[in-house]
C-alpha cells in the first residue's frame, strides 16, 4: 500500500515547525505510522550539508545554495521518503521542492525554468500529496525571528534576509498555492499555536480522510 506524503511550507517564523510537530503526535496518536524528517537535513548525508549551510562562515553563492539543497533533496526522496511511502507510512516533511521555488527561484532570483529543471532531477518527480502552507505576514515573520533571538535561540544564514526578500518568498508561495490549489492549502497561521493547529487538522481530515 502507497502511503501520504504531505508537506509544510512557510517563510521563517510561520510556525510550520511547530505544527508539524503536532501533526506528528496527531497522527501517531490516530494509530498511524508517521516519518517525521525535514530539508535540509532528513538524511546523514543532509545533516551534514545543514550545518554547512546554515553554520558555515564562508559566503555561498546562489548557485552554490541551489545545488546544495538539490543535493540533499535527491539524498532525500531516494533513502527516506520513497522507502517510506512504499511501506504504507505517512511521511511528513518540513519543507520540500516548493521551498526551493520560493527560497531560490523568486528569493534568489533564478529563472522558473532552471528551477524546474532542478527540482525535477533531485525529486524525480515525486510531488506531495498534499502541501500546507503557513501563511503570515511578513511583519509577523520579522517580529517572531526577533523574539526568538531574543529568547537566545541560535541565529541561522537565513535569518539575516531583509523583508523585500521574505515578500518575494511569500508571494512566490501564494502563486504556487493559486496554481495548484487541489495539492496546496493555505492556511492562516497569524493566530495562536492552538488556534493554527485545529485548521490545520480539519485540512487534513477533508483532505485525506
Known amino acids: 500500500m ?5 508537506t509544510f511550507e512557510g517563510i521563517d517564523g510561520s510556525g510550520k515547525s511547530t505544527q508539524l510537530r503536532l501533526v506528528e503526535q496527531y497522527l501517531a ?3 498511524h505510522d508517521v516519518v517525521s524528517t525535514l530539508e535540509p537535513g532528513g538524511t546523514p548525508l543532509g545533516r551534514q550539508l545543514r550545518s554547512v549551510f546554515l553554520e558555515t562562515k564562508e559566503t555561498i553563492s546562489p548557485r552554490a545554495e541551489l545545488l546544495l539543497f538539490a543535493a540533499d533533496r535527491a539524498q532525500h526522496v531516494e533513502l527516506l521518503i520513497k522507502p ?8 511528513i516533511s518540513d519543507r520540500y521542492a516548493d521551498a ?19 527540482i525535477d532531477i533531485a525529486t524525480d518527480g515525486l510531488m506531495p500529496d498534499l502541501t500546507l ?15 526568538r533571538h531574543m529568547s537566545g535561540s541560535e541565529a541561522n544564514r537565513m535569518d539575516g534576509e531583509t523583508a523585500e526578500f521574505y515578500e518575494r518568498v511569500r508571494d512566490a508561495y501564494l502563486v504556487v498555492a493559486a496554481r495548484e490549489p487541489e495539492r496546496v492549502c493555505v492556511i492562516n ?5 492552538d488556534e493554527i493547529f485545529e485548521k490545520t487538522v480539519a485540512v487534513l481530515s477533508e483532505r485525506l480522510n
Open 84 to 91: 517510506s511511502l512504499a511501506a504504507g507510512k505517512i511521511v
Open 29 to 31: 496518536a490516530a494509530g
Open 189 to 193: 497561521a497569524e493566530g495562536t499555536i
Open 2 to 6: 502507497k502511503g501520504k506524503f504531505i
Open 133 to 147: 502552507f503557513f501563511d503570515i505576514t511578513v511583519e509577523t515573520a520579522l517580529e517572531r525571528m526577533n523574539a
Open 100 to 118: 526551493t521555488v520560493a527560497y531560490q527561484g523568486a528569493g534568489r532570483g533564478f529563472d522558473p525554468d532552471t528551477i524546474a529543471q532542478i
